[in-house]
């Protein structure tokens, strides 16, 4: 079968910029599609595509007029989600492929995509899910069987068999098929370094349950770590690509299992750069697991702090504390890695609050501090308890940069105290 697999392009408004002219707050974003890599390494025997939009925007008409595809993939985040539909169309127009979508947000809102340009919505991983639905395809036969699986029935409510998310539904034995984007390689750099960047998975979900955080749904809450041979594998195949992003939602986790990592990674004479998130907790638990990653390689990492008081953590169901963060940030400059930290502003933030956050990151400088505002990604515990507030529902504005309710301080103000932040965060950025 001829399988096309889509990565959407940069997509997503702004507020801020439509508004009231602050162009700042948006940001163009490039790297490999990992999942379509993953997906396609499990389609062999099929003739396999991938096209980046983000890289080449324009590209999609040609790519089905040339290819003819008969089943198109797209991945897609909340913010891609209207992006995917438009392009869905596209493809019905055009040729006569079958259309399945996956990804987060449709492991989240899967209801969204129950729409007639769309065929197939898979639910959560989707490397054994994909491979099956291609070969019930291929044999005419019945894909309602399928875990993970659901056909599209406008104007009904969408049924699906559950899948277990076992380790199984990683197929470890296939890898990723990195080759499909080679053409797209020197688009996948680390900016602030010029340097080629190449994604690698370690571990799927994560073993919290933040409340604005819509990672558990693609594991079904399960927190799964790939086999240190499979890693090694696929950190190999990225030969050339000097930095490494570990992609994991979560990369230490499970703290054994990243310390084997480390070690194994060390002993195959591996000399990479990696950049990987870790929990500020697992940092002040585990300072020497930081250490030896340092050694090995590690050159930042990726926190979510989130919010700077315990009652704000404990609001977002964050299972930490301030306290922690900050000594976890005095550990890492002691071990010397470069800390990007993720910082949530909420929507009902006032003067002092935005007073607060900054007198916070003058006290605990991180290298690159990030900030994002608080979104109720639909089919998060976020959104159940936020639902009735929100007033944008247009999904090109869930880019983690707008506030999709009103917000408690005059909407400008908020925006250019938002922008503010972001500014003297970049004025200082050492990554
Ligand atoms: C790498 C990454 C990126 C990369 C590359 C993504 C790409 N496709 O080009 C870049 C840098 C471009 C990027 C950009 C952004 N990102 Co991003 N990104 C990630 C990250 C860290 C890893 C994704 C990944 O590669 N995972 C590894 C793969 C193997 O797993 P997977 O994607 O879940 O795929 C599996 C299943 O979901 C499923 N599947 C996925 N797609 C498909 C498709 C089909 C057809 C099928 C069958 C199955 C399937 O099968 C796969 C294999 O099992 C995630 C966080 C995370 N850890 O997941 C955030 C994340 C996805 N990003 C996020 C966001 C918000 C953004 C941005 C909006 C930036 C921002 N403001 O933070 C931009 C949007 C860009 C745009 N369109 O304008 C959010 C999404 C939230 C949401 N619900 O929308 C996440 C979850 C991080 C977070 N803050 O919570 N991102
Ligand atoms: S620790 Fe991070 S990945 Fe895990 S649930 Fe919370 S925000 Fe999501």
Sequence with gaps: M???????????????????????LKQIFRGEPLALETLAGNLHGHEVRIVDLKVEPEALPDELAGFAP???????????ANSVLRLARQVKENCNARVVVGGVHASN???????????????????????????????????????????????????????????????????????????YRPHYTLQSLGLEMGFVASAFGCPF??????????????????????????????EQTPVIRLVDANTFGNPQHARRLAEAIRAAGIRKHFLADVRSDTVVRHPELLRLWKEIGLRAVVIGFEEVSDVALDGLNKANSAAVNSEAIRILHQIGLTIVGDFIISPDYDEAQFDALEAYVADNPVDLPMYTVLTPLPGTPLYAGMR??????????????????????????????YAALLKAGH?????
């Design 427 to 431: 004025a200082h950025a050492k990554l």
């Design 70 to 80: 008969e089943l198109v993939g797209f991945t897609a985040m909340t913010c891609e």
């Design 109 to 183: 809102d899967p209801q969204f995509f129950n729409r007639p340009e769309i065929d197939f919505v898979v639910v959560g991983l989707g490397k054994q899910s994909l491979r099956q639905l291609v070969d019930t395809l291929e044999t005419a036969g019945d894909s309602a069987a399928i875990p993970g699986i659901a056909a599209t029935a406008p104007g009904r409510a969408l049924t699906w068999p559950a899948r277990s998310y076992s380790r199984q539904d990683l197929v470890q034995e296939r890898p990723p098929a990195y080759g499909l984007v080679e053409r």
């Design 209 to 238: 349950d933040c409340s604005f955080c819509c990672i558990a749904p693609v594991t079904g809450g399960r927190y799964l770590t790939a086999g240190i041979d499979t890693i090694l594998r696929d950190i190999g195949q990225l």
């Design 2 to 24: 001829r399988i096309l697999l889509v990565n959407p392009p940069n997509c997503g408004r702004s507020i801020p910029e439509e508004r009231y002219g602050i162009d700042s």
């Design 388 to 417: 009735e507030r929100i007033t944008i529902h247009d999904l090109d504005y869930y880019t983690l940069t707008n506030a999709v309710v009103p917000t408690r301080l005059e909407e400008r103000i908020f925006y250019q105290r």
